[in-house]
């Protein structure tokens, strides 16, 4: 079991940066990381994959937030961050980490980024 918790969402105007933190309650070396997010209004829909990776350190980004965000990662301190520069309006969400090992998969509680001015 891995408990995870987001933190560093808040309200920021258009064009400016948030970085999220999400800390694990165990190990992650061996657990592809990712952030998710859903937009509000949208309870029915998938949460839409932000940023994610692997154990290996691949990364992959929605192109959405592609030259925007960029996700890393701290195994030394069970870690994983998402810097998300030029925030624009249509980033506002709540934003997940998750921690995926084959039949394993962990979801945060969340952070809400509002872009709004």
């Known amino acids: 079991q891995v408990q995870l918790v987001e933190s560093g969402g808040g309200l920021v105007q258009p064009g400016g940066s948030l970085r999220l933190s999400c800390a694990a309650s165990r190990s992650i070396s061996f657990y592809h990381m990712g952030w998710y997010r859903q937009a509000p209004g949208t309870p029915g829909k998938q949460r839409e994959l932000v940023a994610r990776m692997t154990r290996g350190g691949s990364t992959n980004y929605a192109d959405s937030v592609k030259g925007r965000f960029t996700i890393s990662r701290d195994n030394t301190k069970n870690t994983v961050y998402l810097q998300m520069n030029s925030l624009k309006p249509e980033d506002t969400a709540v934003y997940y980490c998750?921690?995926?090992?084959?039949?394993?998969?962990?979801w945060g509680q969340g952070t809400q980024v509002t872009v709004s001015s």
């Open positions: 998750n921690a995926m090992l084959t039949s394993s998969n962990y």
